[in-house]
């Protein structure tokens, strides 16, 4: 059984930072790209960062371009985001997402595992 379990989020005032984490089992980790998402109340889910299998290859969303940082372990079968210099419009649910074999995808629909998403709130 696969499963994307996210560290908690938190709280956090703009300008400040926050990681996530998301610790994977019940699949070959090494074998997936990884992404996280994010979903403000009354929006669509956003794509927000990607790394592919290796780890050699990172993309962003370029409202996080900068600010953000993704990164895995396949040893660890985790991924982390590491987040800077948080604006209020960061605010939203983070989900963590896992597609096997992919090239990498900005597209939810390219992921077929997800975790069930911690909340992440910047307050101004």
């Known amino acids: 059984q696969v499963q994307l379990v996210e560290s908690r989020g938190g709280l956090v005032q703009a300008g400040g930072s926050l990681r996530l984490s998301c610790a994977a089992s019940?699949?070959?980790?090494?074998?997936?790209?990884m992404a996280w998402f994010r979903q403000a109340p009354g929006k669509e889910r956003e794509f927000v960062a990607f790394?592919?299998?290796?780890?050699?290859?990172?993309y962003y969303a370029d409202s996080v371009q900068g600010r953000f940082t993704i990164s895995k372990d396949n040893a660890k079968n985790t991924v982390w985001l590491q987040m800077n210099s948080l604006k209020p419009e960061d605010t939203a649910l983070y989900y963590c997402?896992?597609?096997?074999?992919?090239?990498?995808?900005?597209?939810?629909?390219?992921?077929?595992?997800w975790g069930r998403g911690t909340q992440v709130t910047v307050s101004s």
């Open positions: 997402a896992a597609d096997l074999g992919g090239l990498g995808s900005r597209s939810y629909q390219a992921y077929y595992y």
């Open positions: 790394i592919t299998w290796s780890g050699a290859t990172t």
């Open positions: 019940g699949l070959t980790f090494s074998s997936y790209v």
